[in-house]
């Protein structure tokens, strides 16, 4: 070959490099646009006084100094609080910014799940693709709250670190490779439940496909990338002197393994739509599937005619799942949806002849994002387990739609999901009423809070806690038991080592802990420590909430921690709109 092709080669390839950085420009605009247009639209609309705040509150306190396991406690690690930190970065108000990096997560995570379940590149993919991971991620979202919380984080850095780990296999690229590996092991140290991803990661590095001979330095170095997460974090608690403790938290909470995944085989639905009734008709469609597949050189023109009206009922039945759901937050249609797409990676192995071993990671993810005390479902995932199934269906022999009908249909996929979306928050949002009843805007309280609009119960709610703040001024502010997004938003620092003192949190020495911190602020003083007289959800329920309250009107107790704190304060006792307490002004 002579210089000039080389350079005839060279010029032809500078277009194609530079055309696919413009796609992924546009492509990563895209996402923000999507972002923004939901958090606008429906992600700042209802406010959960327990909920929203929790990551945040983490990240207040490393903002602080603060080491976790060690100055903050809990039953998970506190990876969140970390990577939340780029929350602070986005150029909106706190509350507003986090939950546009939670939907930019979600997003991303989609795309990633999608090009590892595929094998492909979302800059090779035509207009009906990107229509359908678009239209997954809205559906994954669902009713979920827009806010930071780890088991996002969880699914955002599996996600990408599964998608990295396998496109660097792929191509050969070890940035790729070590990005990936470093993401699964940062998972772990998100929540861990996640550490079963790590496992996942090194099968897929040992014998994927495209893996390069084994060689031990180079093995070597990729697990040290992968421990590299969980090696700093628990170093740091380490040299604190807290692993310890930090054992003792994190392995003392109740387990849970997922039950919920496995109990709709023996569940009774009375007076319910029984979920198991859809998976017989998919079943059979699979299975006729996979037989006219095997005799399609018998079958002929008829046969793949009967493929292609057999899918189009698998694929009618996987849209009524998540049509009839009504993206419900804790419906059945997510475990549903679960074991559909496991029976299509069943087919998918039947037809391809391999081990859909993608789809059986991505099944794993469900499972580990289940593995939670309050929220026991995969709901995350519901987008790209429908679009899994769809992409099961797809022979290799069909021929791709032309681009402009591709185009069409997937335009008609996002329409679709985004109007399911929107029915389903208005009615419904998250832990509030419906929107129609959201005016009030907690900018009005706190800037941290400018644009988030709730019911009129928890704005009160707020404004009382701000009033209080007001009058009896201190510098360590908590509000017990659940109110942690106290002090993130209200610039304050809580003075307890946990931002939720829950029963189910309450684990190693935490109790302890808190009692220990409840002597030591009493004898420093500046301190303001007050506690809820009505219960949560009667703000959800937008009951009214009293303007005030007597001294001894009875708290909302949730562990026996709240009353042995309060026998260790001793400082002035108030009655501060619905609130009772003690304050003692700095000394």
């Known amino acids: 070959m002579t210089r000039a092709d080389d350079l005839t080669i060279e010029a032809r390839s500078i277009p194609v490099s530079r055309k696919r950085v413009l796609r992924g420009f546009a492509l990563a605009a895209a996402i923000a646009l ?9 992600g700042r609309f209802g406010f959960n006084p327990t909920d929203q705040g929790f990551i945040l509150a983490q990240v207040w306190r490393v903002l602080h100094g603060e080491i976790p396991q060690v100055d903050f406690l809990g039953p998970r690690p506190f ?12 150029p909106a108000p706190l509350m507003i910014g986090s939950s546009f990096v939670m939907m930019a997560q979600l997003i991303v995570a989609t795309f990633a799940l999608a090009a590892f379940l595929t094998g492909t590149s979302p800059l090779d993919w035509g207009p009906l693709r990107l229509g359908l991971v678009f239209a997954a991620a809205l559906v994954g979202l669902n009713t979920y709250p827009l806010m930071a919380w780890h088991t996002v984080d969880g699914l955002f850095l599996v996600a990408v670190g599964w998608w990295l780990l396998d496109s660097g296999l792929r191509s050969g690229s070890r940035w ?19 550490l079963f991803a790590a496992p996942i990661g090194l099968l897929i590095l040992l014998f994927h496909p ?21 090696l700093l974090y628990f170093g740091m608690v380490t040299v604190a002197g807290g692993l310890q403790s930090a054992i003792a938290q994190l392995s003392g909470g109740k387990q849970t393994w997922g039950e919920g995944l496995f109990r709709i085989w023996t569940a009774e639905f009375d007076g319910r739509a029984d979920p198991r009734t859809y998976l017989l008709p998919v079943l059979l469609g699979l299975i006729v599937l996979a037989v006219a597949w095997s005799a399609r050189e018998r079958l002929g023109e008829p046969g793949r005619w009967l493929r292609v009206a057999t899918a189009a009922c698998v694929v009618a039945v996987v849209v009524f799942v998540v049509a009839d759901g009504g993206f419900e937050h804790a419906g059945s249609w997510p475990v549903t949806l679960l074991w559909l797409f496991l029976a299509a990676a069943a087919f998918d192995a039947v037809v391809r002849r391999r081990l859909p071993w993608q789809y059986l990671a991505i099944a794993a993810l469900g499972w580990m994002i289940s593995l939670s005390w309050g929220y026991p479902l995969p709901g995350l995932l519901t987008g790209i387990f429908a679009l899994g199934v769809l992409e099961a269906l797809v022979p290799p022999d069909l021929p791709r739609p032309p681009r402009f009908a591709g185009a069409v249909l997937g335009v008609i996929a996002f329409v679709l999901a985004a109007l399911q979306l929107l029915s389903a928050h208005d009615k419904t949002p998250y832990a509030d009423r419906p929107q129609g009843e959201l005016t009030k805007d907690l900018g009005d309280i706190a800037p941290s809070l400018r644009g988030v609009r709730t019911n009129s119960s ?27 997004f106290v002090a993130p938003i209200f610039e304050v620092r809580n003075p307890f080592p946990l931002d939720w003192p829950l029963p189910m949190e309450l684990t190693g020495d935490s109790p302890e802990r808190m009692v220990e911190a409840a002597d030591r602020l009493d004898r420093e003083g500046d301190y303001l420590v007050l506690f809820e007289t009505i ?8 009951a009214p909430v009293p303007g005030a309250v007597t001294l001894d009107a009875p708290t909302v107790g949730l562990s026996s921690v709240e009353p042995r704190i ?17 304050w003692a002004p700095p000394r």
């Open 34 to 42: 999507l972002s923004v247009a939901v958090v606008a639209r429906v």
């Open 79 to 90: 990876g969140s609080a970390y990577l939340h930190l780029v929350d602070h970065l986005v």
């Open 176 to 194: 790729r490779r070590w990005l990936g590996l470093f993401c699964l092991g940062f998972a772990i140290i998100v929540k861990q439940s996640f």
């Open 210 to 230: 495209a893996a390069p001979p084994k060689k031990w330095p180079r093995l070597l170095g990729d697990v040290l990338v992968l421990g590299a997460a969980p």
């Open 458 to 484: 928890v704005y009160t709610y707020v404004a009382q806690i701000r009033g209080c703040l007001d009058h009896y001024p201190a510098s360590r502010v908590a509000v017990l038991p659940d109110n942690a």
């Open 535 to 542: 219960k949560p959800v009667s703000l959800t329920e937008g």
């Open 566 to 582: 309060k026998a260790e304060l001793t400082g002035t006792k108030v009655s501060c709109g619905s609130f009772t307490g003690f």
